[in-house]
Nanobody, 123 residues
Framework: QVQLVESGGGLVQAGGSLRLSCAAS????????MGWYRQNPGKQREMVAV???????NYTDPVKGRFTISRDNAKNTVYLQMNSLKPEDTAVYYC?????????????????WGQGTLVTVTS
């Protein structure tokens, strides 16, 4: 079993910064892509940023130049540095990972989601 646990959300004024962290734990063999998604009530969950196991990144256009995704493979952790925050960035942010899990005697690939962390940006 694998868990993703997010931290770092909170309340911030427009123009401020927050750093989200997401740590994976469990019977992990390796982690392929990891990413951050966000969702508001009544809306679809959208991709914010993703990072491959080799460090390649992709961002949704509204956050380009303001957000930076990174990962520490030794710690099985992914980060999202959010700068110049805007009220429209307000959402619940979810961590996602494509994890290769040890299921003896084999390894299985599973997609795992964190529980979400709320980011609120006030004007």
């Amino acid at each position: 079993q694998v868990q993703l646990v997010e931290s770092g959300g909170g309340l911030v004024q427009a123009g401020g910064s927050l750093r989200l962290s997401c740590a994976a734990s469990g019977s992990i063999f390796s982690i392929n892509a990891m990413g951050w998604y966000r969702q508001n009530p009544g809306k679809q969950r959208e991709m914010v940023a993703v990072i491959s196991s080799s460090g390649g990144t992709n961002y949704t256009d509204p956050v380009k130049g303001r957000f930076t995704i990174s990962r520490d493979n030794a710690k099985n952790t992914v980060y999202l540095q959010m700068n110049s925050l805007k009220p429209e960035d307000t959402a619940v942010y979810y961590c996602n990972g494509l994890v290769r899990v040890i299921t003896f005697p084999t390894v299985s690939a599973v997609e795992v989601w964190g529980q979400g962390t709320l980011v609120t940006v006030t004007s």
